[in-house]
């Protein structure tokens, strides 16, 4: 770890309004507990003090110490944040890494600094908002054509459900009561227009449709961030994660089951007619399309697509090969684990080499790892109270996330991490 820098010499209310305001900005754009508070804890020695950091998915609780005061010394100031749960945002999160280095470095003043950490938390414009809307769109229509194998009319209808869904999220951003009972909503509204468009229009597999159209909200992520942090001791924060992903599930089943129900009392029923699947060759253009749509979805800066891009067709062919490659192995599990290593490694090199956060290679890269999928079918067959199907499904999501979490864990030792994002 570096020792002191110049800007140690400011007063320390202005070190501290930095730091405070800088643990903000991690957590606000999607920096997990440990990373997080080994970011923190790094760049206060650097600034000539201790801090002690706490953070969990809602909360972020820092203690204060000159490091000059020793190991014994009490904390002279403490600083508790109550905070909403972060959502990756890796342009801003460059952002925030570039402006910490500067400042910590001594190229750029505590207060300067501070300004132009604030000065992130601008709401997005209506541009970037629409983008937004339309990556949920492209999202649902890839991973129908590429996971799903379903067919042309299945990949329309899920992207156009997507588009709607992105236009309730980014509603929701804005209106609290609206955002508690998002993801229910959505889940009710891409339910109930799938089985009317099967009924009335053009038959579909509802369950395909309805997953890809809500494949952006099913918390894949976070139940592997959850696990990630429980591994390296972050209990609370990994159990605390862990719930609100289990909640999301519980929301999203229900909105499923209950737009089932009211169709079927309604007398609606979709249509049994099964339509020929997509041909194999639209499975590399739907990646392509996938990869911009997680570009745009994680606020990648348009100088980082290639990498996103990269990092996405990386993660694909490595579980893919990985499987094909397992012979005696269970594919799946081992071509998460492989996917998982491979990505884990190539995050570090990149944030080494590049001096950029890895987050921009490994949040993309392993966004068509995580098996949160799995996770909604799981608890969907609960609900439809066929319990062999829902605990051989939950036996493999827990399957999943170990291989995943471990796969990540070995590229960090394949490729030791110099950067804490």
């Known amino acids: 770890m570096n020792g002191p820098t110049g800007a140690a010499q400011a007063a320390l209310d202005t070190r501290i309004a930095f730091l405070v305001e800088l643990a903000r900005r991690l957590h606000q754009y999607g920096t997990s507990a440990q990373r997080l508070e080994i970011a923190i804890a790094g760049a206060a020695q650097r600034l000539g003090l201790v801090a002690d950091v706490w953070s969990s998915p809602t909360a972020i609780i820092i203690s204060f110490a ?30 925030v890494d570039a402006i910490a280095d500067r400042a910590i470095a ?15 938390s601008l709401p997005e414009t209506r541009r970037a908002q629409a983008a937004v809307v339309g990556s949920y769109g492209l999202s649902a229509a890839s991973v129908a054509a590429l996971f799903l194998h379903s067919s042309w009319a299945d990949l329309v209808v899920a992207g156009a459900i997507g588009l709607v869904i992105g236009w309730i999220t980014v509603l929701s951003a804005t209106r609290p009561r609206l955002a508690v009972a998002s993801d229910a909503i959505s889940a009710l509204v891409a339910t109930a227009g799938a089985i009317l468009v099967s009924a009335f229009v053009v038959p579909l597999a509802i369950k395909s449709v309805v997953l890809a159209a809500l494949i952006v909200l099913v918390p894949g992520m976070s139940l592997t961030t959850a696990v990630r ?44 007619h099964v339509l020929p699947p997509l041909p ?26 290639p990498v996103v891009v990269g990092a996405v067709f990386v993660g694909y062919l ?27 490694g190539l995050a570090n090199l990149y944030a080494r080499y590049m001096h950029r956060p890895g987050a921009v290679v490994r949040e993309p890269g392993i966004i068509l790892l995580v098996p949160g999928s799995v996770g909604f079918r799981s608890v969907s067959y609960l609900f439809e109270r066929d319990t062999t199907l829902g605990m051989d499904s939950f036996i493999l999501l827990i399957t999943l996330l170990i291989s995943l979490v471990a796969g990540l864990l070995f590229g960090d030792l394949l490729v030791s991490p110099r950067r804490s994002l």
Do not use: Y
């Open 66 to 95: 000159e490091l000059s005061r020793g190991e014994e010394g009490l904390a002279q100031v403490t600083q508790v944040m109550r905070l909403s749960p972060g959502d990756v945002n890796l342009a801003r999160l460059c952002e």
């Open 106 to 120: 001594g190229e750029l003043d505590l207060r300067e600094g501070f300004r132009l950490l604030r000065a992130l």
């Open 229 to 272: 942090e429980i591994s390296s001791q972050h209990l609370v924060s990994g159990m605390a994660r862990m719930g609100g992903a289990v909640a999301t599930l519980l929301k999203l089943t229900f909105g499923t089951v209950a737009a089932s129900q009211l169709c079927a009392a309604l007398g609606i029923h979709p249509s049994s």
């Open 280 to 305: 194999s060759w639209t499975d590399w253009p739907s990646l392509l399309i996938g990869a911009l749509g997680f570009a745009i979805l994680f606020r990648a800066a348009r100088r980082d697509w």
């Open 318 to 344: 490595a579980t893919r090969w990985g499987g094909l490659l397992s012979g005696a192995i269970p594919g799946a599990p081992f071509g998460v684990f492989f996917g998982g290593l491979l990505l884990g």
